[in-house]
């Protein structure tokens, strides 16, 4: 008797094991059902695609801790509940496949950024979309048709009183012990798929709570770099994440609002009528042939600088290796060490504007597109926000190009149109340009025309034997990109030629392509910094380009500009050197952090990502200075 009451109670204990599937069961089947189909219906339908490693043991995990929930909860409630988390399910994951089949791409924080800034017409313009024949014959009617299945059979199983998702199972004839031949056998294998889910699973887990704790979308995105980053396999987690996303952002972007009233100008004396920057992308000082690299990817730059009009830098460094971080540290007047955030501060065109510039901003990269993976997102939500892009530009590009000759063409259109609309007698308002490429950023391959391409994999053949034909060939690339992105300055430089113009250009950060016998391609996030990974993707090639009327009308700015290129500088403090070049006078610039300055604090540490000191780091390495 005692022991026939022991294998009762085990029966009972491990019986509750089993109990979050057996009264939830159509919920668990329908959502797993739904969760391996979303996965299927957006698997890219490239080579070397495949679904999540660990797709259905996650997807078991995660379903069986939403029963157990449920579990808990009183039936009459539950039924409720389930309801509702069905029809977000379904909503979700039928608008996932929508963005994957129209966009290709999931679910990602800049399309939920766009659909918060649609208006009433552009909202039924897309549900007439959303609701067209053409939609309706999609991948998404298996979501659709999933959904109304499991409708039907809930709707049968209320209808003849099924008794199978209740939790207390009736046995319909009796047999000895039925909780150990029922109970017993049901909850040994859940408890083998538990362990199994949890054993495989746990790192992304893991990793999936330390994306979704993070405290800023800088730190998001710089999560995202790590090898071990989170896998959000199914569509609620990547919705979630998106208005997560959405959420930090926003954060920043109202304290960069607020930031606009104290964008003050005390007074400009238009010291540069035209200022041109341009922002190159991915270009490391180690391929330019400027600064002695022995394949001719710069001779028109070179061209210039002989010159005597192209004034090169020999010390410069960004002080991050990603665009995102880049741009925010580059367009705020918070620099490096200062208290604060980037986000705490003013970003410098709105002073431009306050001080009576015309504003251009030209950029083949940060337009709000709804596929955009979470770098783009994070480096142009600022720049996108109607509010803040109105407070820094009058004029700026409506679509991305191909190639970046794209954004010559835009800037020639503007030109066009200003000409025309201008009176006899108007005073021209100076002028602030900034051209933002995509310059060598990957891939490579298409960041030249065909017809420019110029260098070949043979070709380095002899100079990298070490090198397989497959690297070779990313390497000619990478050239032939740093080739074509010469010539895209130097008709930029041509467009200024008879202005009174000063051109500034750097690339944001430097590109690693298989230098000395590191094997490394683009770049490595990593918070261990060493030296070689700070001389090849922080250092970068910087220059300054003055038109003969400017060299004529500033020779005091031409000078000075001359004297500071053996200084040492950190891209997040050029601002700083921009509003001198203007005569913008404001509370916020200092002229420590202005190289052109007699005032300039050169001994300013350069920290790279908030960490490593990149001239102690050189100093080590090297064993001095430089």
Known sequence: MKSEEIRKGIGKVLGLVSVPLRCNAMFFVFMYALGVVCAWLTLPNT??????????????????????????????????????????????TFADVYCFEKFGSTL???????????????????????????????????????????????????????????????????????????????????????????????????????????????????????????????????????????????QQIDQLIATIDRAVVDSCSVRSPHIVFIIGESFG?????????????????????KTGQLVKFSDVIAPWNLTSFVFKNLFSMHVVGEQGEWCDYPLFPELFRKAGYEVTFLTNQFLP???????????????????????????????????????????????????????????????????????????????????KKHFRPEDYVKSRPELTPRQRRFLSDYDNACLYNDSIVDQICRRFEQEDAIVIYMPDHGEECYEGTRGILCRRHTQQIDYDLAHFEFEIPFWIWCSGKYIENHPDLFEQVKAAKDRRLMTDALPHMLLYLAGIAAPTYHPEYNILSPDYYELRPRI???????????????????
Request: charged letters at 20%; proline letters at 4%; aromatic letters at 12%.
């Open 108 to 250: 990602t924080p800049s399309m939920l950024m766009l659909v918060g800034e649609t208006d009433a017409r552009e909202a039924s313009e897309f549900v007439r979309l959303f609701l067209s024949a053409e939609m309706l014959a999609g991948n998404a009617m298996w979501i659709l048709g999933l959904a109304l299945l499991h409708m039907g059979c809930g709707v049968w199983s209320v209808k003849y009183g099924m008794r199978s998702v209740k939790c207390r199972m009736k046995i319909p004839f009796r047999i000895p012990h039925p909780s150990l031949f029922i109970h017993v056998p049901l909850a040994l294998v859940v408890v083998y798929l538990l362990y199994t889910s949890v054993e495989e699973c746990w790192d992304n887990k893991r990793a999936t709570w330390r994306l979704m704790t993070q405290k800023t979308i800088g730190a998001v995105e710089h999560d995202l770099t790590r090898p071990d980053k989170a896998i959000l396999y199914a569509s609620p987690y990547r919705f979630v994440f998106s208005v997560y996303s959405n959420v930090l952002a926003a």
């Open 608 to 626: 790279l990502q908030d960490g490593a000191d990149y001239d102690k780091l050189r100093t080590e390495k090297l064993g001095t200075k430089k």
């Open 369 to 451: 597109k709804a596929k955009e993976a979470v770098y783009d997102f994070s480096g142009g939500f600022f720049l996108n926000n109607p509010t803040l892009s109105q407070a820094m530009f009058d004029i700026r590009n409506e679509q991305t190009h191909l190639f970046d000759e794209g954004l010559l063409s835009d800037y020639d259109k503007i030109q066009e149109a200003r000409n025309e609309g201008q009176k006899v007698g108007d005073e021209e308002r100076p002028t602030l340009t900034i051209f933002h490429l995509l310059g060598q950023h990957t891939a490579y391959n298409i960041r030249c025309p065909k017809s």
């Open 285 to 305: 000082k180690h391929h330019s042939q400027q600064y002695g690299y022995t394949v001719p990817t710069t001779p028109r730059q070179i061209a210039r600088e």
């Open 47 to 92: 080579r070397g695609a495949k679904l999540y490693d660990h797709l259905y043991w996650e997807l078991f995990l995660d379903l069986y801790v939403v029963c157990a929930v449920l579990a808990v909860i009183p039936s009459r409630v539950r039924r409720w509940v389930k309801v509702v988390m069905c029809v977000f399910a379904y909503f979700v």
